[in-house]
């Protein structure tokens, strides 16, 4: 099952940690996107990445960070600032820098828990 | 404002009604519109989305700029069709950001 794959499926942090949520793609796509998916709210863009070393905020980027060091790979750092990071996380990516008619295609998601 | 705005978050039916999963939609433009769903332990995937105007496991949406809706319709549900169904707008520019709605639990009983 390749494709876009999140790692770890679930991960626990005591208040005040960073944590740093894996996201990977083998598919050659130009841009990546973080969403947050919490019950009610649909999915809420954090941050998107069109081309490697380059990155942009989305709606709710407040408390995290993002790097693109590599075209593959589209880590999430979840940090102490956050004030309720406890959410699902879902990593996506679509060819051709996220132009029109591409179709976005998305990670099995984090369940990040904080205790 | 770019927005969606899916009014239900629960649509419960009987196996063999028909299904009407609503959405509207706020955009200044020709908006391009997609159906996500997320079955039970399986990731969000494309269901459908308006420039292709196809019918996918027997369900089609019309855009209608009239009403700035895209409502996913179905004339007879399955029990397999039971899932979370978004729609999503893709935001102006070139960046393919999409823009979620709330989401629309469908639950099929038997």
């Known amino acids: 099952d390749g494709g876009i794959t999140q790692s770890p499926k679930y991960l626990f942090r005591k208040e005040g940690q960073n944590v740093t949520l894996s996201c990977e793609q083998n598919l050659n796509h130009d841009a990546m996107y973080w969403y947050r998916q919490d019950p009610g709210q649909g999915l809420r863009l954090i941050y998107y990445s069109q081309i490697v070393n380059d990155f942009q905020k989305g709606d709710i980027a407040e408390g995290y960070s993002v790097s693109r060091e590599k075209k593959e790979s589209f880590p999430l750092t979840v940090t102490s600032a956050q004030k309720n990071p406890t959410a699902f996380y879902l990593c996506?990516?679509?060819?051709?820098?996220?132009?029109?008619?591409?179709?976005?295609?998305f990670g099995p998601g984090t369940r990040l828990t904080v205790l | 404002a770019q927005r969606v705005t899916q009014p239900e978050k629960l649509l419960s039916v009987f196996k063999g009604a028909p299904v009407e999963l609503k959405c509207n939609y706020s955009y200044s433009g020709s908006p391009e519109l997609f159906w996500y769903v997320q079955y039970s332990r399986q990731r969000l995937q494309l269901l459908l989305r308006h420039i292709s105007r196809e019918s996918i496991k027997g369900f089609t949406a019309d855009l209608n700029k009239g009403e700035t809706s895209f409502h996913l319709k179905k004339p007879f549900a399955q029990e397999e069709d039971s899932a979370m169904y978004y729609c999503a707008l893709r935001g102006s520019g070139n960046t393919g950001k999409l823009i979620f709605g709330q989401g629309t639990t469908l639950q099929v009983k038997p």
């Open positions: 996506a990516s679509t060819g051709a820098g996220g132009g029109s008619y591409n179709e976005q295609f």
